[in-house]
């Protein structure tokens, strides 16, 4: 009868088995510490009214998103239209009337029915983020964006 010799190292033994685990944690621990990639090249700045309008989605640090821009929105009290910029990406207006739990989605061109400027709400939401802080109709009167129409005006 001869003797069987066993051999040391190879995949089925337990010694270097832990030494592949000690190896693949120490490379998910540096991934994890130093991270995979370079940051973002730097870009566009924002403008500084606009700070958080840009963020990143995963920002969930802030609140609620910046009100909206006074002086980029008109209100025409003679027939109630409230003419709102475009928002960017898939960003959506919201009009709260008084009296609502929630906003309703408009057009950027809107006729707001009869109500106490001071109590109807403007506010714009991006898709998967809370909404902005709301703005009154009263204060986009006050904010001096007076809106002009030429229409019937003689040439």
């Not at 920002?59 to 960017?88: G, V």
């Not at 919201?94 to 950027?108: D, K, S, T």
Request: proline fraction near 14%; charged fraction near 20%; include cysteine.
């Amino acid at each position: 009868m001869s003797v069987l010799r066993i051999t040391q190292g190879g995949w089925g033994q337990r010694g270097s088995c832990r030494r592949w685990m000690r190896m693949a944690a120490l490379a998910v621990l540096s991934v994890g510490l130093l991270g995979c990639g370079t940051p973002p090249p730097p870009g566009l700045e924002p403008p500084p009214h606009a700070v958080g309008l840009y963020d990143p989605a995963w920002m969930p640090h802030r609140p609620e998103l910046p009100p909206p821009q006074l002086d980029r929105i008109n209100f025409d009290e003679r027939t109630r239209t409230l003419s709102l910029y475009a928002l960017p990406g898939n960003g959506r207006w919201m009009v709260q009337m008084p009296g609502e739990r929630e906003g309703r989605l408009v057009l950027p061109q809107h006729r707001v029915p009869e109500a106490d400027p001071g109590e109807v709400l403007v506010y714009y939401v991006q898709p998967g983020r809370k909404p902005s802080a709301p703005v009154t109709i009263k204060q986009i009167q006050e904010s001096g964006s007076v809106h002009v129409s030429l229409v019937n005006q003689p040439r």
